[in-house]
């Protein structure tokens, strides 16, 4: 036995310490991560974060004895039992019972050391780590008192607070018990907070209760001070919870509050848990013993997970039923001990009723249902690897598992849903095969699913086989597109995403099916493409076409794998095939062939292209070759980069004329202040030497960045460098220094702050050829403003504001080339102060201001000099019958203060009014501005005055605007007019002007611009109809639009009397798939008709028709173009073309 014991221990103790380290490591990273937040917002240091873990340690180490134990024991059963040298015990006489004793006594001793830590070490430990937690990880140790817990504050008193304000400090809803032998004296008051010289409790009574329990006392106070040995802080921050005492202070708290009458049942749970967690290894032991031993567990993988399981179950159990037990739902006696009594049944039946002719019956059944018991429950979804299976009901005939009535498995990633379904199972109890009837749907890869009469999945050769099949693959394009397929016969790979179909049919078509595709054999890649061989085209049941390939792309992004295009025409006949292929690696292919025959010469052509990619960084790079020989384009080959938005860095030779080209180019360049676009680079040359070298090629508008309201822009950069002249025989260093070279750049910016702005604009334009620089400008105009309201008073009807208005101006322009425009360098630079007074009394405003523009340099704009301008207003506001009778006008000057001979020189004089009248449902305006000619002081006089009258009734709004020029003899020369009529969404708009000084109608009113909208039951036609030229010509634009109806309906006409006649008309679904464009021109005085646009395109169930046609009539008919195809539905490349230049087939 001795023997025995020792040889065990050896297997037995290295797993345990493996699995209790596992432990302490898996919950201290859980630790960690539930504080990580708080952890990375306070900065704690990782040596904080050590001391945490170590005080923590010895709760983790008392918490993982039961998980090392467990993980243990199979670790050393299996281990022995794979080695058959539990059999050899047996064989030398040494029962199963017998060989677990020494697994149970090393389990007894871990209980006496786990009771051992959990009422000595553990208690002292996680009061010290709920101090860490406050200082070092929460930073606010005065925020770690306790809501709802009773704290022990010395001579027999025990304080209580329900709620703390952790900002402020103070504590809500106060008891503070104090209980002696003789009577029991109880404070509660509303709230404490701390004073001056302590703490104090407010708005509270105080209760003392005798040793009979009758009350002697009862006080209300305002406040009083709390009278306890500690300070509050020191108390409440130290106080502690059950996890943080031993036995017998839980024992002492529970005596203690069960006389005050309190809730004991935490406590309760608490104390009864050190024990019941402290005999949970022997508990273990004994269930892992007989279960490893019953099931006879070989695997070490099967011991990891089986010890995983059972820990979660063990001590989630024990959690959750330990939360009922402190809530008194269940019995807190017994709560904590729940786990262990069911446990410890199961392992002591297990453990009696090993190497029993019982076990022997009642292991053999479960060995052939044991992979299916983790995944199925009647009625009852349970998970397991590799296969969940649900079901309403399963029995077993034979080696067959009939699983029946809504059955779903689910099997890496794929879905099967069935109602009947048949397993076949190996020896050791796996699903060999499972067979599916009934109405059966395969799922995976989320929306793509596969309708069966029968489903055979084979989960050795993890394959599935359909018969009688049905499915859909998407196309997704511009428009999404159902590719229907049915199979005889489909077999799929289930860890690949591809589908092999015999004996298919496939068609577009959704309803009526007017065409299908029959194929002996299809290669479906779901989301990229589809391949069928021996392809049999039927038209309404007939066969039509043979194709041998039939491709289909199932991916816009994806390129055809391979397309072949025939075509007749011009005297030429051309066949063109593309092939497309993408590697696992993500590599491609592509190559294209084109041979063209010319009828006439029997000559015979052929183009190829050949290109291969693969990935490279963050792009692709390219191999290409292309050989032409049915144009004067000569061969070529290369290597090109492709990186981001399709940019491309390229080498291109072509080697018989000795070309070579190497060029980048970078369409568009996104940063975080704009695009950067058009970036090109690339030089040319041969064997004589460079042909052209562009150096950079760079353009870009809106090049910004805001901040706030302030912008800061680039709203045009252009550079450009360049060759110049023939550069035959020059050096690179030669055409560097003859290049041509252009820079332009045009920006502006605008900074707010507060009550100032700073804004400006600028250009630079700089070119060169060679060493000579031809034109290097810069303008840039600079403003600085600064606006403030002074001074503000408001009282009453009286208001009054003082305002400072100031400007620096800074303009300068430089041509840093000779004898330019400002070669010289030209400055403008002034500054100006504006203050002005703005009042209102009542009705009336009144206001001045003062301006002083001071040029303290001008060479730039010399029309700019020195001002002192004044200027003032007055006005009023009449408002009468509730604004219904308004007028208000303002009369403002503006004087010239800077000649002191003519020190109020009148510069402006404007006067403008403004009325409104309402009367019934009708507003009247009239609008009126009146600029005064001022040139002499004594006879100043309007001259201009602007009207604007606007009349608003219900359902019509007429609106007038004209000038009135008063020295003039005809004052008015037009009204400027538009008419508007509404009831409710109906609309008619008349644009027209009134000419007073013609006789003639068609001059008096030479135009008429209209826009219509009309809505009758659901349908709505709208447009515009035109007037112009004198009434000589007509344009019209009408559109229909039906109620519930898919297509519209238009018209565009012009009509010049006379002369021609321009009509189209145009019918159009709402996605455009359906159309007819019809165009002509008439002329009236040749008699010549011309359809400049002829084309109708009409969906025929899953075929689209489509004709175009440009034609004349008269003077004698005449076909200019014409083109008739057919293509499947929003597939327009798979289509059959017939134009005046010949036929073309491109449905392969």
Not at 454 to 467: D, G, H, P, R, Y
Not at 811 to 835: A, I, R
Not at 968 to 978: G, Q, W
Request: hydrophobic share 40%; aromatic share 16%.
């Amino acid at each position: 036995m001795r023997k025995l014991f020792k040889y065990v221990s050896k297997e037995f103790i290295p797993p345990f310490f493996m699995g209790v380290a596992a432990f302490i490591v898996f919950v201290s990273v859980e630790l960690l991560y539930q504080l990580s937040e708080i952890i990375v917002r306070n900065h704690v240091g990782f040596s904080k974060l050590l001391i945490l873990i170590w005080y923590h340690l010895p709760y983790f180490i008392s918490m993982g004895i039961p998980v090392g134990v467990l993980f243990g024991v199979f670790w050393a059963i299996s281990k022995l039992s794979a080695a058959n040298e539990i059999i050899a015990f047996q064989t030398l006489g040494i029962p199963t019972k017998k060989f677990a004793i020494p697994f149970l006594v090393w389990a007894v001793i871990f209980c006496f050391f786990t009771f051992i830590l959990f009422d000595t070490i553990v208690p002292n430990s996680n009061f010290k780590a709920k101090e860490a937690m406050a200082l070092y990880v929460y930073q606010r140790p005065e925020a770690q008192i306790e809501e709802n817990q009773f704290v022990d504050v010395g001579d027999g008193r025990y304080l209580f607070v329900r709620q703390i304000d952790r900002n402020t400090g103070i504590l809500y809803d106060v008891l503070l018990y104090e209980v002696n032998r003789d009577s029991t004296v109880v404070f509660h008051a509303q709230k404490a907070e701390k004073g001056l010289n302590g703490w104090y409790m407010e708005n509270g009574r105080m209760f003392k209760t005798n040793k009979d329990g009758f009350l002697d006392l009862d006080i209300v106070f305002q406040q009083i001070e709390l009278d306890i040995q500690q300070d509050v802080e020191e108390f409440l921050n130290l106080s502690k919870g059950a996890n943080e005492m031993t036995s017998k202070e839980l024992r002492e708290k529970i005596k203690t509050f069960s006389r005050l009458g309190l809730d004991v049942s935490g406590l309760i749970v608490s104390y009864q848990s050190k024990f019941a967690n402290s005999l949970a290894p022997f508990v273990i032991c004994i269930l892992g013993i007989a279960l490893s031993l019953f099931l006879n567990l070989t695997s070490k993988s099967w011991s990891v997970i089986t010890t995983f399981i059972l820990v979660v179950v063990y001590q989630g159990s024990g959690a959750w039923l330990t939360a009922l037990g402190k809530e008194k739902i269940i019995d807190p006696l017994l709560s904590a001990w729940i786990p262990n009594i069911i446990f410890g049944i199961i392992g002591i039946f297990l453990f009696l009723i090993l190497d029993t002719r019982f076990s022997y019956k009642l292991l053999e059944p479960l060995k052939r249902i044991l992979p299916l018991l983790f995944v199925i429950f009647i009625g009852k979804t349970i998970f397991s690897a590799p296969v969940n299976i649900t079901c309403d009901s399963f029995y077993l005939k034979d080696n067959l598992l009939i699983l029946e009535n809504g059955v779903l498995v689910e099997y890496e990633g794929s879905n099967i849903v069935s109602d009947r379904a048949e397993g076949e199972l190996n020896d050791d109890g796996t699903i060999k095969t499972a067979t599916f009837f009934g109405d059966v749907k395969y799922l995976y890869n989320s929306d793509i699913s596969i309708e069966a009469s029968e489903i055979t999945v084979n989960f050795e050769k993890n394959s599935v086989l359909f018969l009688n099949s049905y499915t859909i693959q998407k196309y997704k394009g511009e428009n999404d597109i159902n590719v229907r397929i049915w199979s005889e016969k489909i077999e799929k790979p289930v860890d690949e995403n591809v589908i092999h179909a015999r004996d298919t049919k496939l068609t577009t078509c959704e309803d009526c099916i007017t065409y299908y595709l029959s194929a002996k054999k299809v290669d479906i890649y779901p989301g990229y493409f589809l391949i069928a061989r021996d392809v049999v085209l039927s038209f309404f049941g007939v066969p039509t076409l043979y194709l041998p390939f039939y491709f289909q792309s199932l991916s816009e992004d994806e390129e055809v794998p391979f397309s072949l295009t025939f075509a007749y025409g011009n005297n030429k006949i051309s066949i063109e095939t593309k092939i497309n292929y993408k590697f696992e690696n993500s590599s491609s292919f592509h190559l294209s062939n084109n041979i063209i025959n010319e009828l006439n010469t029997g000559e015979v052509y052929q183009d190829t292209f050949f290109r291969y990619g693969f990935p490279l960084f963050e792009g692709r790079m390219f191999i290409f070759s292309e050989i032409i020989s049915s144009t004067n384009k000569p061969d070529n080959l290369g290597i090109y980069y492709e990186f981001f938005e399709k940019s491309k860095l390229e080498l291109k030779i072509e080697p018989t004329i000795n070309n070579k080209y190497f060029s980048l180019n970078i369409p568009k360049l996104k940063t975080n202040f704009g695009d950067l676009k058009n970036i090109q680079s690339h030089i040319y040359w041969d064997s004589e030497g460079f042909k052209d070298i562009l150096f950079l090629n760079l353009e870009t508008q809106a090049f910004q960045k805001r901040y706030g309201k302030s912008l800061i822009s680039l709203s045009k950069i252009k550079l450009n460098s360049k060759s110049y002249g023939d550069l035959t025989d020059l050096t690179f260093e030669e055409i560097w220094n003859t290049r041509k070279d252009r820079i332009e750049l045009a920006g502006k910016y605008n900074f707010y702050t507060g009550f100032t702005n700073m804004y400006g604009n600028f250009d630079y334009t700089f070119s060169s050829q060679g060493t000579e620089t031809v034109q290097n400008r810069l303008l840039s105009n600079n403003t600085f403003s600064y606006k403030d309201t002074l001074y503000e008073y408001k009282k009453d009807d009286f208001k009054l504001k003082f305002n400072m208005d100031s400007k620096i101006r800074f303009n300068y322009g430089k041509d840093f080339v000779p004898d330019q425009k400002y070669s010289e360098g030209k400055t403008l630079f002034d500054y100006s102060l504006k203050p002005g007074i703005d009042i209102n009394l009542g009705i009336f405003d009144v206001g001045n201001s003062l301006e002083y523009i001071k040029v303290l340099e001008n060479s730039y704009s010399p029309s700019t000099t020195d001002e002192i301008n004044y200027l003032d207003y007055l006005g009023y506001n009449l408002s009468f019958f509730e604004n219904n009778l308004f007028h208000s006008a303002r009369l403002t000057r503006t004087y010239d203060l800077m000649d002191p001979e003519d020190l109020f020189d009148l510069k402006g004089l404007k006067l403008e009014t403004n009325n409104k009248i309402k009367v019934v449902d009708s507003e009247n305006i009239i609008q009126t501005k009146t600029d005064f000619n001022i040139e002499d002081d004594n006879n100043i006089f309007p001259e201009v005055t602007s009207v604007k009258i606007t009349n608003n009734f219900s359902n019509y709004i007429h609106r007038t605007e004209f000038d009135y020029k008063h020295e003039e003899d005809l004052k008015i020369e037009y009204f400027k007019n538009r008419e508007t009529f509404k009831y409710n969404r109906n609309l008619l708009q008349l644009d027209y002007n009134l000419y007073l000084g013609e006789t003639k109608f068609y001059k008096i009113i030479p135009e008429i611009y209209s826009y219509y909208v009309f809505y009758n039951n659901g349908n709505k036609i709208f447009g515009n109809f035109n007037i112009k030229n004198e009434y000589n010509l007509y344009e019209l634009r009408f559109n229909f639009l039906e109620k519930n109806s898919k297509y519209s309906f238009g018209i565009d006409s012009s009509y010049f009397v006379s002369d021609y006649l321009k009509t189209g008309f145009e019918v159009m679904n709402w996605d455009k798939s359906e159309f007819a464009n019809i165009s002509f021109n008439y002329d009236i005085k040749d008699k010549y008709l011309n359809f400049t646009e002829f084309e109708i395109q009409k969906k025929i169930v899953c075929w689209t028709f489509n004709f175009k046609a440009v034609f004349s009539i008269l003077p004698q008919p005449q076909i200019e173009f014409f083109a008739l195809t057919f293509f499947i539905n929003y597939l327009p490349s798979k289509n059959v073309s017939f134009s005046d230049s010949g036929v073309n087939v491109g449905l392969m």
